[in-house]
């Protein structure tokens, strides 16, 4: 059962004016418990601490890739013998709108710590006794798995995964946009409207006619600048560092049967790492939160403080390592140690491309990650070959090292430091 | 002691573009626990759940209204004689700064609820003993009380007073300009530049050029208009309804001596009316939004159902109610309870304006909403005499009475009600 | 003849990002002589010399004009049974292209000069000999009658009419945003996008649904504020006297018999009022402003004082006339008179509600004026009966009076002039 | 002598939103002759023949220029030992807003037509007998002098040549804004506010502060795209082509005594290259264009052919020459003869980065051309050093040739020419 809405329905939108829905069963959707909750996760997790506008939820980044997915089809059905197989318009739609369904609040820190995956979450919401599996069974009986697997990868029409995961896909078109527009760092700015345009179906994926290169050299110039602007910017990943800490301190003190003067479901179980996903539900920023602010009265002082200062954002200052050696960290730690700061939680060394870093890098042994042109002869090549300005980022390796620590207790001590330790905070 | 930082800071702000900080005091109170707080409030409470953009908070909105201000001081500054006394420099920025820091979680239905006035809250914070207090005692003794007679409006300068809060002040373009960028509904681009550049000093208030009274025009109806488009809007009417009869039910559950399973500080001194500053500043969203994710498992069913209504956004449907007359409320109110709904809690009524609307009206009898143009012979002249547009839309006097009420609990009793009553929900 | 392109072809636009292209007839159109002539007439006729910014010209906003048509009619082509005809679409379209194809360089002036009308021209354009007629007549043989009906009123289907001409139609729409963007003057944005989502096919023409009204009144404001802050802005006026001017002394000139150095085809038969079509085309802002660089060498110096003025923008001054009175006016002829001033080319009074004053207003003769609101009910009711705003400002009747002089001319008499008519210039 | 305006003046610019106007010089300097004719010669030529929005003028772009220049000279104004030689103000202002007063109409193809240097013209209009001279000798006798080796790069204080003229300087922000505004690709647009605030005067020239790498990367990256999407795009290469054709004719037409039926003065003297001052000064795009409108009447059916073909937009095609042969060429050549065709009018190959192509290189030898980081140790090192994306793109040679030709008439006596010269304009 696929129906339409009398009326198409449409939310207000900053980034794209309007987001349209038009089937009944998207607009069921929106309106799940599961899909609500979205609007208690903030989509770019700490970043409002460094930048204050990234206060926007993963609910508003969810209707812009719907929307974003729901325009490219909508062209592709409007040229004839597009090779867009049409069947799927629905399955297209619900994964996009869905795709984030999964997320946790601070999901990078949470995932990291618990070693868990939004992903899994995501599928295991969609497959379980949810109002979003109801929904999704009204349409076809087998629909929940059908949008699971265009979710995991696992779907046996390669074009739906590719609309919905691709390097040039609607989740960082939205994103990108959608981020800029909230932060304020209008490098993010790129043009959809074209790139849209010049996406076609072919032979079983979607590439991007030649015509559009420029437009695609942009975006993943934009897409490069967020990331060392915004996404890995060294004062939002102090704060992450800080969550980092809170979420190990937590498990340290669970471990020591340290008796919480206050604790709330699910977190024991998200500590103990076996959440159903009715508990996983009940997750959200708000309580998190709340239990910081509890905790800021235990007695253990390394939580409260922690928790402290992430409430009132205290975070630990940074310097740059230029030379990293894991034998000079080994002697800050001993260095510490000895003057009475701790050597876990009052140091912490990180580099951003551990994370995931998905600026564009192509990859001879498969083409899921690759963008791919459309010449006018019907020839494909990966952009690459192609573009001067994409061969020549794409061997750029980046990043680098930052220790991190809270300034004031370093401070305190920091005349006992040896001097070839002290010396690294003298910046 | 007033102190310039050494080198000027900056935040990224998606309205103002860089919000800058060029004074060591104006920086210590945006990091005092107080400040902080604000990023945990909402700037337009529940209006999220209408537009979804509207998740920026009072944090945000108060860097704007400091930006604001710092740039009208700095015009002022910059030409001579303009008879703005540049020693109040300083308190008119905190008192910019810190206009807000009163406000609670959702404080339009809080206050309601509970009889408070963010001003007065803002003031005991300004007063009391907290880091903001200290930040500003540091300035001068006698600081804190400077700024909070500035916000009080009782202090002995006036222009101080009319630059912080007036018709045409700083945070009145703050919030159109921040709204209208959040929400998407682009009704509150004013010509903010523009009104700068006209605004003076004159004769102890702040007055505008007359050569900037299109800009004024343009500014009222952008209020007018972001008032009906957005803060009056219908369904974000209704949360707030949701959230006032949550709190009615807590009073009366308290009344009652209910046994909460879940209850958590400061919210009995809420209830109770007897906050002491420091619980008040435990208030916050997060804790909010905890206590009603708790609540839905509370075994009194009213107060369980409004929370999760809130939080899944099932909020109640309305009807708009052309003629109306109390006779009529009170016959539903008994059809109601006949045939087994709440009269208290399964309907209400609605009439916007009985909110403080401050579209501009001229009044005679005070100046301090009066906006005055000042013409090229020094003649002051209120601008409703002057403008053919203030005049026609200051006489609109608008408001529709609208009926809220359960969707799904009167369709279940519909056809038991009388014929009369059932035919105000069949629209 | 109606085909397709075989590849939509696009036009990149600063204000509606791209405008689509999909029918042969349309791209023929673009490019046919008569419709290329209009990226030779700025849009804005004389407002570049107030706004700098506004140099764009008649063949933008007519792209434009044809894009906003073009999306409406899609939108009501995608809703079944929307009461649109469908056949109908290609002359709406043409028409919607080719509106403005009779405007001249500087056309308010010189239609007023010569008693001119550009609707006339555009009809006399598509009927004539030219590429224009050729293209239009490949559709089918009375397709140019057809598209000039439309644009003359006279077309038998009410509402294709009240697609392209009225108070809520693709020109005004376009105009608006497009003479916002350019000037800079942010006034004329308006939410484009809703409006077209309101418009409803309905009886015959085009109403917009209630929902809507508030787009509509933001939209009537939006226009207000533009004629009075751009096209009715006094110096505008101001260079469009001189052009006044200067064909009035054109034209006494010729009646005079008097031997130009300089006279280019087809300014004669533009003074002796008997172009052709063929002549008429050959009009372009170049020509005029070459006539105007090489008249500064005429001897009469009254002709060529005043094409140097516009030239090297040495405008009139003005002053506005607070009591009108035509006694004072000869007064001041006469006084002008007296000291050697020459009293039509020295003076001039302007009133812009002279002007066609197309701001809305409610007319119960005629709906052709009216903007009509469409109710959940189906009844449609004229927007002033609804909206408080549009009933306020639908009164409004304003104007002032301005006097024209050259600065320079009257300053070197001033002291010789009588005291009371020296003082009106002495502001 | 140098004085203050009594009240600032503004423009009102839809990039810089105003531009303010502090100086009695400045002021006078706009409103002379000289500039005011800037006003009829577009800023970019012959692109509205490809982007139709980019009619602005080089009077826009000189303000916007003058603007920021005004707006960087204010900020190291502000803080205290910048380094920035105050004196030299108004020197810096004249430099930026003249900059461009020696641009003819169309001046890319003119100059190369005629090998002719608009900042040669600049300087000989600023020494010469003209208003803007007088304007400047007022301020100081030698004024001209300075202004004219500031823009000549002879002036003995380096850091006000940088101001005016390096890779980040205050013209190419300004075109680069302007140009995305205006033709509405919006790869253009830069933070051009982080870059002000970042750029520091150091050892006498102009450095950024390392922190503001990223926005300069962004910056080139704009200029990159801008260069191959706007500046370089085929079809505007196609009309400069055109007019480069028209020229060419022109004096040979002159070499043959031919004998025109419309010349207008300084037309005669451009072509024999000894243009007066003021001469030059009475070339301008209207005098261009009604010139061709009046050749497309000569007997000469070259020139009156391509005057056509530029007016009303019948452009040469082009096709890209992917392995490029002198050989080939006089193949094309001798064939295109054997066929009627003119060797030289109906063919022409172009290469773009034979034109002054100012993506930035570093230049080892040279500093001028050079952007500087200054790192908190007050070191400085080139961009490219620290830079990986601009190292990357640094080397990045581009540039392809087109072959551009009259399609209707080589498509004319297509089946004439050799089969392997017919298929290179068969794409």
Chains 1, 2, 3, 4 share one sequence.
Not at 18 to 42: K, S
Not at 88 to 98: K, N, S, T, Y
Not at 203 to 214: L, P
Request: aromatic share 10%; net charge negative; charged share 25%.
């Amino acid at each position: 059962m696929q129906q339409q809405l009398t009326e198409e329905k449409v939310f207000k939108d900053p980034v794209h004016n309007y987001i349209h829905v038009q089937d009944v069963a998207i607009w069921r959707l929106i309106n799940t418990v599961e899909f609500q909750r979205l609007r208690r996760i903030r989509q770019l997790g700490t970043t409002y601490l460094t930048f204050h506008g990234a206060e926007h939820s993963r609910f508003s980044h969810s209707l812009g890739v719907y929307e974003i997915t729901r325009r490219i089809i909508s062209q592709f059905e409007r040229s004839k013998d597009s090779g867009w197989p049409k069947e799927e318009r629905m399955v297209a739609l619900c994964a996009a709108l869905l795709h984030d369904l999964g997320h946790g609040p601070f999901s990078h820190s949470i995932e990291e710590a618990f070693q868990m995956h939004h992903e899994e979450w995501t599928c295991r919401i969609i497959l379980g006794d949810t109002e979003v599996n109801a929904v999704l069974r009204q349409i076809e009986p087998d629909f929940p798995e059908k949008v699971a697997a265009v979710i995991c990868k696992t779907y046996d029409k390669p074009i739906v995964i590719n609309l919905v995961s691709s390097p040039l896909d609607a989740d960082r078109m939205d994103y990108l946009l959608r981020d800029a527009h909230f932060t304020g760092v209008n490098y993010g700015t790129i043009d959809m409207d074209r790139i849209l345009r010049m996406l076609r179906p072919h032979d079983g994926r979607i590439v991007v006619k030649e015509s559009g290169m420029h437009a695609v050299e942009d975006y993943l110039m934009s897409r490069y600048q967020m990331y060392w602007q915004v996404y890995f910017h060294p004062v939002t990943r102090s704060s992450e560092i800080l969550l980092r800490q809170i979420f190990r301190r937590l498990k340290e003190l669970v471990t020591q049967d340290y008796e919480f003067k206050f604790m709330l479901d699910p977190i024991p179980g998200l500590l103990a790492g076996n959440l159903s996903v009715k508990e996983y539900l009940m997750l959200d920023e708000a309580l998190i939160q709340t239990s910081f602010a509890q905790w800021r009265n235990e007695k253990d002082s390394v939580l409260s403080d922690l928790c402290s200062r992430f409430l009132d954002r205290r975070l630990y200052k940074y310097v740059e390592i230029e030379n990293m050696d894991m034998g000079m960290i080994d002697e800050v730690r001993e260095a510490f140690l000895a003057v009475g700061l701790h050597p876990h939680y009052d140091m912490e060394i990180d580099f951003p491309t551990d994370l995931p870093y998905d600026v564009f890098r192509p990859d001879g042994h498969s083409t899921e990650k690759q963008i791919l042109l459309l010449d006018r002869h019907q020839n494909v090549r990966e952009i690459s070959e192609v573009s001067d300005i994409v061969r020549s980022i794409s061997g750029i390796h980046r990043g680098k090292y930052h220790m991190y620590f809270p300034h004031n207790k370093v401070e305190a001590v920091k005349s006992r430091l040896p001097a070839e330790i002290r010396q690294l905070f003298d910046k």
